[in-house]
C-alpha cells in the first residue's frame, strides 16, 4: 500500500466552510461549484494514485472508435475504495462529506458509491441525463462530488449543467444515450434554465444533485481528463421499489441486502458524516 502523507491526512479532515449563499445557491439551482476544495499536494498526490488505480482496473481494449456513444464518453471505474486504502481516506473524507450533507440540508451523508470517469484523449460527449434515473433511492436528498484531478480547461470536457433543471420532468426516464442528448437538449431549449459551461480550476470540485440534468464536452486534447467521483445520500435514505431495470442492477450492486422502504445500511453503504 501507498502511505498517505500525515499532512494529506489531516488536510482530509478539515471542514469546508460553505456560506449561506453557497448553500441557498445550491438549493435553488442544485449544483455548485467550489475553488480551494483540495490543496496542490492533495490533487498530486491523488492524480497519481487514482490514475495508477485506473489503469490496473480497467479492462477495456475496444478501440475508440469502435465503441458506442456511451463507451467514447469515458472510462468508468467504480468502487476504487475497495481496492486501494489510500483512494478510501479520500472517499471517507470528512472535509467532503460535510460538504455533501451541508448541501443537501440533511444530518448526515451515505455512501452510495464512487467512480473513476476518465474521459481519453479524442473521447466523446457525456450526452444530457439526471443521475437519479438509475438510482432506488426514495428522496432526492442525493448529491455528486465531481473531482477533476487538474485544471480542466473547455478543450478537455469538463461537467456542465441546467442550472435548476431538477424541476423538469420530462427526460427522468432516460438513460445516458444519444436519445437523451437530443431530447433533453430540445427540451432545455424552451425553458429559462442556464446552461452553464465553463472551466474548472486546479483543486476546484463541484457538487450535483441526483435530478439536475449535466453533460459534458468531448476531449479534443492528446491528454486523459482524469476525474474522481463520489455519488452521497441522505444519511436516512430508504431503497424504494425500482422504477427500472438499471434500478434494479443498482440495487443488486450499490445496496446489497437492502430491502425497500427501509434505511439503506449495507456494509458497502457507510455513512461518513453525521452532525449528531
Known amino acids: ?87 478510501k481516506e479520500l472517499i471517507f473524507s470528512k472535509r467532503l462529506a460535510k460538504i455533501a450533507s451541508d448541501l443537501m440540508q ?6 452510495y458509491h464512487d467512480q473513476a470517469l476518465f474521459k481519453e484523449a479524442g473521447g ?30 473547455l478543450d478537455l470536457g469538463p461537467l456542465e449543467f441546467s442550472a435548476g433543471s431538477h424541476q423538469i420532468i420530462e427526460g427522468r426516464d432516460m438513460a445516458i444515450s444519444d436519445e437523451s442528448e437530443v431530447a433533453i437538449e430540445k427540451k432545455l431549449k424552451v425553458t429559462d434554465f442556464k446552461h452553464v459551461i465553463e472551466p474548472f480550476d486546479a483543486g476546484e470540485i463541484s457538487f450535483h444533485s441526483g435530478w439536475v440534468f449535466h453533460r459534458a464536452g468531448a476531449n479534443t486534447t ?9 455519488i452521497y445520500m441522505d444519511r436516512d435514505m430508504k431503497l424504494k ?29 457507510p455513512v461518513l458524516y453525521s452532525s449528531n
Open 1 to 87: 500500500m501507498t502511505s498517505i502523507p500525515s499532512s494529506i491526512v489531516d488536510f482530509l479532515q478539515q471542514p469546508y466552510h460553505l456560506t449561506e449563499e453557497q448553500i441557498g445557491f445550491y438549493d435553488k439551482n442544485r449544483y455548485i461549484k467550489l475553488k480551494e476544495v483540495f490543496n496542490d499536494e492533495t490533487l498530486q498526490f491523488y492524480n497519481t494514485i487514482i490514475s495508477e488505480q485506473v489503469a490496473k482496473m480497467n479492462t477495456v481494449t475496444t478501440a475508440l472508435e469502435n465503441r458506442t456513444t456511451y463507451g467514447k464518453a469515458f472510462l468508468q471505474l467504480f468502487n476504487l475504495w475497495r481496492e486501494n486504502d489510500a483512494i
Open 222 to 230: 492528446n491528454r486523459m481528463r482524469k476525474v474522481m467521483t463520489i
Open 106 to 111: 440533511t444530518k448526515g451523508a451515505r455512501l
Open 241 to 269: 421499489k425500482p422504477d427500472n431495470e438499471n434500478q434494479v442492477a443498482d440495487w443488486e450492486t450499490w445496496c446489497p441486502g437492502a430491502e425497500p422502504g427501509k434505511e439503506i445500511n449495507s456494509p458497502i453503504n
Open 124 to 153: 466523446g460527449i457525456t450526452p444530457w441525463h439526471a443521475d437519479q434515473y438509475y438510482w432506488p433511492l426514495e428522496t432526492d436528498k442525493t448529491i455528486t462530488a465531481w473531482m477533476p484531478l487538474q485544471a480542466t480547461p
